[in-house]
């Protein structure tokens, strides 16, 4: 229930906002619509193609904030009401994007188009209408570590300052053109520096978000059942599809890459915090991730093995994990970013935000979440005879 009493970090009152948010039936976006209803008075204007993920709070109509939530079917590429629903809002979130690595380099148009062509009319109207705008970019535009370039065995792989990713010094380092994997990178990267520019230029009120892997319930799709049967989403849409199905989780080239898992209800408290706190938040660029989180590849498979063995009462299968190449799982043109680990100090010092929630436990509640909503439906698309 929204409170009236609510402050902001300086304990001064907050005022009610209209936020248009874009890409709001997305797995950020719907996270982030259920946060704000359920606990602030803000209104939003909710803009995507889908809105499979939010329907919960769309309907029925008698829902407590249903006169706080308004739906608009929009593509952005192509659409004359949104410069209307921004000039309508205090504050526009852009989570618009195609943001899963098997379509940067197998479609590396759409995901330059997607990540920054279509981005620039919402920099622009934000801009031209002075309102204010959360951009959401992402941890791959650091790349990858300066480290990686060390010699395998030198001592300095150890030491932090060749790592730890900080948003103030670390540089963005991507492969060659030809590894496509990084176009999503570079074109994020691009639209960072022209919002960045609009602030030092025009007074653009604007913050960016560059989440770290952010995981949870009605993250991307299960292959088959809510999305196309040969859709590759992101790393726990693919285990998780793997664990349902009880076949081997795939490594891709051994699993070495390491990553930081946060929890999405734990990242959400930080959008919160940057969306009512405009004096700390503009003109800062945020990592928002979980240090605390780091595994390889190969390790968050064998936890998610374990735990989706605890969660479902079902026996972890005698060889749990496959390894397969990169070519033959993205085909050519991947590449990847080597270790993640978010440096903290910006975000703690403006916003007093840390992460909470360990790795075993988010994945506890987002595979209780999988098997609940997706093993039944699985069995059945399992028993069903393929039509010949
Ligand atoms: P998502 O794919 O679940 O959500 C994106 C939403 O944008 C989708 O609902 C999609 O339909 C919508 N969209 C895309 N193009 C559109 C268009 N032209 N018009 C209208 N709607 C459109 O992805 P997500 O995980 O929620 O990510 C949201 C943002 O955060 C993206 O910008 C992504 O790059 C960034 N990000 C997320 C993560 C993460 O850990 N989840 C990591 C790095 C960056
Ligand atoms: N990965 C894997 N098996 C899979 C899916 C992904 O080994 O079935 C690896 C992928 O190569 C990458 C990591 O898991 O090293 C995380 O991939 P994700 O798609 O979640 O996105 P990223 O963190 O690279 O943006």
Redesign the pocket.
Same mark, same amino acid.
């Not at 803009?47 to 889908?50: A, F, L, M, S």
């Not at 929009?74 to 590429?77: A, R, Y």
């Given at each position: 229930m929204a409170s009236s009493t609510r402050v902001d970090l300086d304990g001064n009152p907050i005022k009610a906002m209209t936020i248009c948010m874009?890409?709001a039936?997305?797995?950020?976006?719907s996270h982030l619509c259920e946060k704000l209803l359920s606990e602030t008075s803000h209104k939003i204007l909710a803009?995507?193609?889908?809105n499979d993920k939010i329907k919960h709070l769309l309907e029925p109509a008698t829902m407590d904030w249903a006169d706080r939530i308004q739906f608009h079917r929009? &593509?952005?590429?192509h659409d004359s009401r949104l410069e209307g629903l921004i000039k309508m809002a205090d504050l526009t979130i852009n989570?618009?994007?195609i943001?899963t690595p098997a379509d940067y380099n197998t479609r590396p148009l759409d995901t330059i188009y997607?990540n920054f062509i279509?981005a620039l009319p919402v920099v622009k109207y934000c801009s031209e209408n002075s309102k204010r705008l959360i951009h959401?970019s992402?941890?791959?535009v650091y790349g990858k570590t300066i480290g990686c370039f060390l010699p395998k065995d030198s001592p300095l792989r150890q030491d932090p300052s060749y790592y730890v990713l900080k948003e103030d010094e670390s540089p963005c380092i991507f492969g060659p053109i030809d590894k496509q994997r990084w176009s999503y990178a570079c074109a994020k990267q691009l639209i960072e520096r022209l919002v960045y520019a609009e602030g030092a230029e025009n007074g653009l009120e604007f913050t960016i978000v560059r989440?770290f &892997?952010?995981i949870g319930p009605r993250m991307d799709f299960i292959p088959g059942i809510d999305g196309p049967s040969e859709g590759v989403p992101r790393v726990l849409a693919c285990f998780s599809n793997n664990l349902l199905r009880r076949e081997p989780l795939k490594l891709v080239d051994g699993g070495e890459s390491q990553r930081t898992f946060i929890y999405i209800k734990d990242a959400i408290e930080a959008v919160l915090l940057m969306i009512e706190n405009p004096g700390r938040a503009n003109g800062h660029i945020f990592n928002v991730g979980n240090p605390n989180n780091e595994v390889t590849v190969r390790q968050l498979a064998e936890m998610m093995s374990k735990v989706y063995s605890k969660v479902s009462g079902e026996s972890e299968l005698e060889s749990p994990t496959v390894d397969v190449s990169s070519k033959e799982f993205y085909g050519e043109g991947y590449d990847d970013s080597d270790k993640r680990i978010p440096d903290m100090t910006i975000i703690n010092k403006q916003l007093g935000w840390d992460p909470k929630t360990s790795l075993w436990d988010l994945l506890e509640s987002t595979l209780t979440y999988q098997h609940r909503t997706y093993a039944e439906a699985i069995k059945q698309a399992i028993s069903k005879p393929v039509a010949s």
């Open positions: 874009i890409g039936g997305g797995f950020i976006g803009v995507d193609v889908y929009i &593509n952005i590429k989570l618009a994007a943001c997607s279509d959401f992402t941890c791959e989440p &892997n952010w």
